[in-house]
């Protein structure tokens, strides 16, 4: 819409070609100048250029929808509005599954299981509607060559027995899933722009980023001067195309992110963490400010990139093999956490006999401490997502 | 205010040092002997007339004749005259530049000489047509129209009032309510009309969640304490949620009805008639600005939208920083169209009585050794808004901050966001109701909301 030609906003022609020699071209060009500048630029009057600028501002600006015609539409056609994750609980608790039209983010420490769900998530995607699926194609941009197509396969028939009875079926499963290795975050921008013709052609139905953070971490060192203000140029101009990618199609975005540590009195560093004592940079910040500091494991990629995305599902260990899942950030959804396993079918959720424990006060999502696999310091780390005996949920009913 | 910036830049646009003609503007530039006037009223005054007097022994300005030198506000000068505003440079005129160079070559000054010229003595003398002429002379009649009203005390643009008046506005002026009656206690009342509200917040705390509390609030009837407008939202995230909206708006319509049933009044029963889920969706406006030119444009196109729909008296921005935060390397061009948004949003505000709330994100600064969380969009963004909340984490509590505000002290209290929506933490204590219901007759007591959970 910026980028709209003023030919095509019903400016006169001779208007337009004036305004070209001052290489005012587009809608962007016209709206960004000055009423006094518009004058001397189009030679006008005062009231002609405002009649002018509304003109072209009519040209560009969105149109108008009361919340009872998007209410509406979306009762129209209720399970398009979200992908089910199978796994039940959690679909109740975010209102049916993975919204689409918005983006959700999936961190955690290395191992804990975002490749294995997103792997699943695109099994789901391709499954027809009338089995909870999104029947459409899935692209998988995928910048850690983790995808492993044999896993795919081993997900599908273990989950969907009955379905995936024959080989056909898992080829032609297989087939529609797009799967597209880019290494450095120029190329990641290029794939997510050149996007919108995919999606037509191709009936995609999901869209899965895996993972965003390590092309970022690999490419900006928020150390040197400017790398900060350019990663945030970057990941909110891509946190855009993808926004306008998922509410024009209604489908959902998946991205993955990596963990890093925050020191409480200091600038997050990048580090991809066993354990934070064996990190020198922390002892060193520690030392600097005289007292011992206790950091804590947090989503990666700052500030600016968990006010872009919309839900944020958090994925930590706990007892090994058990895992935990925790809703960090939704619009609709309480904090809550559930503990999985990761199996032959993918993702499990137990069933755990205190299910009052399942809501817990949760924090600012940027900063929601992530529990990292070696538990040997446990002393060092937050565990406020762990729940309690019986504290926690006498607390949790006075929330509501 | 305009046209004195006009008067500055056209002296040194055309590079003379030409001292302002006698006063005009109407301003009343002149110095006089007498003490303690008022905007060019003589204090002497009998008739005390905000503008032009007859019977004004000492005025400072021409006259109007047929002005008869009443008491009350002057509706402006009889025609033809306008006496003062007829000095004005012709510099200052909103005609086209390429007009105004051509005028001044030319040798006019006032813009009296322009109307005595006439148009075909205007198109002869300049080498225009005789269209473009007149056009130019109506523009000409019509701001000096304007002038001479607005100098005359009329009503207009100018909004020039006692602080007298301003107090009984303010004291009449109706507040949205919030739903968490600590955040309206340090608001004092709620979110105020006419103004701009800004709340910052760190991610995922709760920012769109009190929008979405707003669009449904604004809409309460006046017999249940609201304001009973109409919302426009603009959203530049994504991230308003029809269903949460539903929720919301179903749980304020609840709470009405049990204040209905509670205090039985006749009006209650007719104004929930009309206050229905249906209804307040449907007066929820709702643009979704996908970056900061169609922000822009939207915002140009406001004012004709809210006198079409002139109910609405809410209008939430929801994510002012998200498109001015990429595809900006001109930061000098983004602090100017703030400004110039931050304009235009105070002139709806006042001109519609509607209350603008803005949401803005953290980012982080980092000091020598620190790394703080500030408000995004710099510092001189802060002058924009005339109040400012912080919302911000404590461990797992959320907390409030009033961080600026012309008329309240600055204070920080807890709230939370359940299924209904913005709440309180706790819910007030019964034993206080007797005060609660003097001050905030609509709040009741949250015990059987709690058991119906």
Known sequence: MAAKKLRRAQLSQEMCERLSRYQITTCQDFLCLSLLELMKVTGQSYYEVQKLLCKVSRACAPKMQTAYEMKLRKSVNPSSAFLSTTLHSLDRVLNGGVPCGSLTEITSPPGCGKTQFCIMLSVLATLPVSMGGLGGAVIYIDTESAFSAERLIEIAASRFLTYFDSDEKLLCMTRSIHVYRELTC?????????????????????????????VVRKEFDTKLQGNLAERSNFLTRGASVLKYLAEEFSIPVILTNQITTSLS???????????????????????????????????????????????????????????????????????????????????????RKDQTSLVWEGTNPALQPIRVRNTALKDTFHDAALPSTTGETSRNTSNL | MRRAARRVRARAGRGRGQAVRGGAGGRGRQRSPL???????????????????????????????????????????????????????????????????????????????????????????????REEALEA????????????????GGSGATRKCTALELLEEEQTQGFIITFCSALDNILGGGVQLTKITEICGAPGVGKTQLCMQLAVDVQIPECFGGVAGEAVFIDTEGSFMVDRVVEIAAACVQHCHLIAEAQQEED?????????????????????????????????????????????RLVVIDGIAFPFRHDFEDLSLRTRLLNGLAQQLIILANDHKAAVVLTNQMTTRIGQSQATLVPALGESWGHAATVRLIFHWDNSQRLATLYKSPSQKESTIAYHITSHGFRDVQPPAVTHSTEGTQLNPRKRPRTEEEKQQ
């Not at chain 1, 066993?274 to 400010?289: N, Q």
């Not at chain 2, 021409?62 to 025609?79: D, E, I, K, M, Q």
């Open chain 1, 186 to 214: 120029c190329c990641v921008l290029k794939r997510i722009m050149s996007l919108e013709e995919e999606i037509i052609s191709k009936k995609v139905k999901l869209i899965i980023i895996d993972s965003v953070a390590s």
């Open chain 1, 265 to 351: 009195s200091g600038p997050a560093i990048q580090a991809d963490l066993v354990s934070p004592a064996d990190d020198l940079s922390l002892s060193e910040g520690s030392s600097v400010s005289g007292k011992r500091d206790s950091g804590c494991v947090t989503a990666a990629l700052g500030n600016t990139w968990s006010h872009s995305v919309n839900t944020r599902l958090i994925l930590q260990y706990h007892d090994l093999p058990t895992r935990q899942l925790l809703v960090a950030k939704s619009p609709v959804a309480p904090f809550s956490t559930f503990f999985y396993t990761i199996e032959k079918s993918g993702l499990v959720l137990q069933d």
């Open chain 2, 35 to 129: 003490a303690g006037r008022v905007r060019g009223v003589s204090e002497a005054c009998p008739e005390r007339v905000r503008g032009v007097s007859e019977a004004c022994p000492r005025r400072v300005r021409s006259v109007s004749a047929a002005c008869p030198g009443r008491s009350a506000p002057c509706p402006g000068p009889v025609r033809p005259g306008g006496g003062a505003a007829m000095q004005r440079e012709v510099g200052t005129l909103p005609l086209a530049p390429a007009l105004r160079a051509r005028l001044a070559a030319a040798g006019f000054q006032t813009a009296q000489e322009l109307l005595d010229t006439g148009p075909c003595g205007l198109s002869k003398e300049i080498g225009i047509s």
């Open chain 2, 137 to 152: 002379l109506q523009v000409v009649r019509q701001e000096c129209q304007g002038d001479a009203a607005r100098t005359a």
């Open chain 2, 268 to 312: 209650h029963g007719k104004a929930l008639e009309t206050f229905s889920l249906e209804n307040i969706l449907s007066h929820i406006y709702y643009f979704r600005c996908r970056d900061y030119t169609e922000l822009l444009a939207q915002v140009y196109l406001l004012p004709e939208f809210l006198a079409e729909h002139s109910k609405v």
